[in-house]
């Protein structure tokens, strides 16, 4: 029996590794990397899920930390079918525990577009700021080595957008804020592989503060976590509902075949 045990803790943590191997790259804070796979259909950029696939063809919903329940999903295309400029990202923030839209709420993306890394915002650094809930809380800024200054190199419609709404969705049937955005990556010279925060805030959850991936500060690019792009869909075989089912009927197997094992050698 104790051979089983110990046999059954070995394969689990091989498992595990498995799961946590998978898909992973070099990020700029450990622990907080993903790859970035092509969409399948281009999402419709209207504050909600589209359907029910709109925002599936992605490796998976990346968690904020925080006391709040907030995660975000996001791919990418070569081009747009749809009239945005360069190459477009898209991102899918969801606040599931925030249901009011007030003035002080906000969310903010930081791209470290080469993942050079750095103590302070550099050139390649953008921050995209969008507080309240109309284009009027957009500001947009870029690093000059030491801090961030306001630019106006993102044209709205065009190389960036953004719609949110309180809607229900197949991720969490409640009415809760979200939030769909594109960004033009050339225009903002951001390369395949970038070091990327992305946070949120609700003012209604004030006391709760900030939530983001990573729990980092926006002024220090080597505290932010890493993308690497990929230049495909995202294969079924590869999304992490397939991996963690492959992995599960491998263990069984596994568990099968020691115990018949160590029936004969009775």
């Not at 970035?36 to 904020?64: C, F, K, N």
């Not at 009927?249 to 094992?261: A, E, M, N, P, Y």
Request: include cysteine; hydrophobic fraction near 35%.
């Amino acid at each position: 029996m104790k051979k089983i045990g110990a046999v059954f803790f070995i394969i689990a943590l091989l498992n595990l590794g498995l799961l946590l191997s998978a898909g992973s790259v070099r990020a700029a804070q450990e622990g907080y990397e993903f790859d970035h796979y092509m969409a399948i259909t281009e999402p419709t950029i209207d504050g909600s899920w589209t359907d029910d696939e709109e925002w599936t063809d992605v490796d998976l919903e990346h968690q904020m930390d925080g006391d709040l329940n907030a995660g975000f999903r996001t791919n990418w295309l070569m081009s747009s079918t749809t009239g945005y400029s360069g190459i477009p990202v898209f991102w899918i923030i969801e606040f599931y525990d925030d249901n009011t839209e007030d003035a002080g709420d906000y969310w903010q993306i930081c791209y470290d577009g080469q993942a050079t890394g750095g103590s302070a915002p550099e050139e390649d650094d953008v921050r995209i700021d969008f507080v309240g809930h109309d284009q009027s809380g957009l500001t947009v800024y870029r690093g000059d080595g030491s801090g961030w200054v306001e630019t106006s190199e993102l044209n709205w419609g065009e190389s960036i957008e953004i719609v949110d709404s309180i809607s229900a969705s197949p991720t969490n049937s409640t009415p809760h804020y979200i939030v769909e955005i594109v960004v033009d990556h050339e225009l903002i010279n951001s390369g395949p592989d970038q070091c990327v925060k992305v946070a949120a805030y609700d003012e209604s959850n004030s006391e709760a503060g900030e939530q983001a991936w990573p729990d980092s500060s926006s002024d220090v690019p080597d505290e932010w976590g890493q993308t690497s792009s990929i230049m495909n869909a995202i294969p079924e075989s590869f999304t992490f509902a397939v991996i963690v089912l492959l992995s599960s009927f491998s263990l069984l197997v596994s568990i099968q075949h020691i115990g018949k094992r160590l029936k004969r050698e009775k």
